[in-house]
């Protein structure tokens, strides 16, 4: 269950530096507005210590992580909604990603152009959040004109969806995000064949500079401050630092490096941790000696549908599933101790997975 994250921003934020520190997709990071021209693709490992700490103890003959996808689309600019600069493609790109990070400068460098000339957080997101108001009150408007057709039939379905349709005009007319325009769940089947860019879930990422990673600076506090009302995360890390971090490859060289910075754990593990949540997924695993492997599924998912992701014939020939926490199989090593030790539950189709839970599925077709 590949999901897709959309890297977005103006040029020159820090975006492709960003994605390369993610991803080995290596982009082009230059000077200029829009060196990222096709979106680049990245698919990341989901750092989890749990997947290592089954290896150690399963001695598996191959370990497979989770894995999320980042896709770096080209810099947006104002007017972006009318197609100028690269505008219709990064539209049409962003369209197909699950949930946005939006890169947001926060660092001032004299030799960095800023497309607008000077370092402003709030302005930056304005632009990018204006031309993807404009573009979803467009696609709005034009479902509203075939509705009212409907509506004037004295339907009262198509009553319904007009006046969503309505409040999400008014809201986007007044620079409202339509993930925070408020309506009834039923109603979002009005805008669901819409594909609308702002009801996608968003993350924030600050770029800052070196000085201020670990507690950020004034850019930031304003911009945590704006986004408050978008109940969203603001994530503070220096990409600059990040590419340096992602390329050292012997893990203790790495830990020295974040020593160095004083640094717990890298910025990238921190987003990519961020954007699960902002996806609302966990994980699951499968643990064997031929293969232990992490598996990702919404929150919330019922057995049948975990095991879904595996392979289609496991949902459909569904019989049950047998579970062990992750903390006992740490306590009683092997699949065998669980078993002896009564840690073993058997599950039905109503059961729902837990993050961390060890399955193994029963299944018949």
Not at 117 to 134: A, C, N, R, S
Not at 159 to 180: D, I, M, P, V
Not at 182 to 189: A, M, Y
Request: charged residues 30%.
């Amino acid at each position: 269950m590949a999901l897709q994250c959309g890297i977005v921003g103006l040029p020159n934020v820090g975006k492709s530096t960003l994605f390369n520190a993610l991803s080995s997709a290596k982009a082009e990071a230059a000077n200029f507005p829009f060196c990222t021209i096709e979106p680049n693709l990245g698919v990341i490992s989901v750092p989890d210590s749990r997947l290592q700490e089954l290896e150690e103890l399963v001695n598996p003959q191959r370990v497979v992580p989770t894995i999320i996808e980042f896709v770096d689309i080209a810099g947006l600019v104002k007017g972006a909604s009318k197609g100028e600069g690269l505008g219709n493609k990064f539209l049409a790109n962003i369209r197909e990603v699950d949930a946005i990070i939006h890169v947001i400068r926060c660092f001032e460098d004299n030799n960095i152009v800023h497309v607008a000339g000077g370092v402003d957080p709030l302005f930056d997101k304005e632009v990018i959040d204006t031309e993807l108001q404009l573009k979803d009150l467009e696609s709005v408007e034009k479902k509203i004109q075939r509705s009212e057709k409907m509506a004037r039939s004295g339907d009262a379905k198509a009553k319904r969806e007009l006046e969503t349709l309505l409040q999400f005009k008014e809201g986007l007319t007044s620079g409202l995000n339509a993930r925070a325009i408020e309506v009834e769940k039923e109603d979002l089947e009005a805008v669901r064949d819409l594909y609308l860019l702002t009801i996608k879930p968003v993350l924030y990422v600050a770029n800052v500079d070196e000085a201020s990673i670990h507690i950020g600076n004034a850019f930031v506090d304003r911009l945590r401050e704006k986004v408050k009302e978008e109940q969203a995360d603001v994530i503070v890390l220096c990409a600059a630092i990040e590419s340096q971090i992602a390329e050292f490859e012997d893990p203790e060289e790495k830990e020295l490096f974040l020593v160095e910075y004083g640094l717990k754990e890298s910025g990238l593990n921190r987003l990519i941790y961020g954007a699960y949540t902002l996806l609302n997924l966990i994980t699951y695993f499968t643990a064997g000696v031929q293969e232990v492997r992490a598996w990702t599924i919404r929150k919330g998912w019922k057995a049948p549908q975990a095991a879904g992701v595996i392979h289609t014939d496991f949902e459909r020939g569904f019989i049950k599933a047998e579970v062990i926490r992750i903390a006992d199989y740490k306590q009683f090593k092997t699949e065998v101790g669980c078993r002896d030790s009564g840690k073993i539950s058997i599950e039905g189709k109503e059961y729902i997975v837990q993050d961390g839970d060890i399955m193994h599925f029963r299944f018949n077709v």
